[in-house]
């Protein structure tokens, strides 16, 4: 397999490209919903509403860390999750960008 060339592309590139990989399963996109709704829940809360095994859900909660869309604290002996509100506002900003850039391109061919 190829290495992939990253570092080719603006910081900005790699930002976006992270925050879609990050939102870009459905799995992920119901465990964001879940924390918005509840504010904050451990990996078994969500294992008890998801349609996926404990060890799944672990490694989706683990890519929405990897991009700081979430947060875990732990907890006795459990990680209690919830939404980082900073990062999310940069997200939205971040993709906001993109989409009106996108938008104010009204002619094709």
């Given at each position: 397999m190829g290495v992939t060339k990253t570092d080719v592309f603006q910081t900005?590139?790699?930002?976006?490209?992270?925050f879609a990989k990050a939102i870009g399963?459905?799995?992920?996109?119901a465990?964001?919903?879940?924390?918005?709704?509840?504010?904050?829940?451990?990996?078994?809360?969500?294992?008890?509403?998801?349609?996926?095994?404990?060890?799944t859900v672990s490694q989706h909660l683990t890519e929405l860390k990897k991009?700081?869309?979430?947060?875990?604290n732990v907890s006795?002996?459990?990680?209690?999750?919830?939404?980082?509100k900073q990062q999310w506002a940069r997200c939205i900003r971040t993709l906001d960008r993109l989409f009106n850039k996108i938008k104010s391109?009204?002619?094709?061919?």
């Open positions: 900005r590139h790699n930002e976006i490209a992270a399963h459905p799995a992920r996109v465990i964001l919903e879940h924390l918005a709704q509840t504010n904050q829940c451990i990996t078994g809360d969500l294992v008890d509403v998801l349609p996926l095994a404990q060890a991009a700081g869309l979430i947060r875990g006795g002996t459990s990680v209690c999750y919830c939404l980082d391109k009204t002619k094709c061919c």
